[in-house]
Nanobody, 115 residues
Framework: VQLVESGGGLVQAGGSLTLSCAASGFAHDDYTIGWFRQVPGKERVGIAC????????HYADSVKGRFTISRDNAKSMVYLQMNGLKPDDTGVYYC?????????WGQGTQVTVSS
């Protein structure tokens, strides 16, 4: 399994960014894929995820109503649309997949929100 993120950058508070994750190498199409955020000195925290089984989604309370996770199965892509960004959204965002009891991570992409 390979996960490659893109789309991070610097944005002003209130702005928007879209993160992309190119996912490949899955042996089957039933898994959960999503995004985690990590800031220095702290553990990675789950932000949003989507199930390929039924497209159900889950969000951290801190991003509900502002972030939207989606996927394009044909392109093997997962997206995180982030609107109304806040300085607290700053961190390294990692694409994450849980397949058959194993967890996979991308290399991460930095998102910085200036006040």
């Amino acid at each position: 399994v390979q996960l490659v993120e893109s789309g991070g950058g610097l944005v002003q508070a209130g702005g928007s960014l879209t993160l992309s994750c190119a996912a490949s190498g899955f042996a089957h199409d039933d898994y959960t894929i999503g995004w985690f955020r990590q800031v220095p000195g702290k553990e990675r925290v789950g932000i949003a995820c989507i199930s390929t089984r039924d497209d159900s989604t889950h969000y951290a309370d801190s991003v509900k109503g502002r972030f939207t996770i989606s996927r394009d199965n044909a392109k093997s892509m997962v997206y995180l649309q982030m609107n109304g960004l806040k300085p607290d959204d700053t961190g390294v965002y990692y694409c994450n997949a849980m397949v058959g009891g194993r967890t996979y991570w991308g290399q991460g992409t930095q998102v910085t929100v200036s006040s």
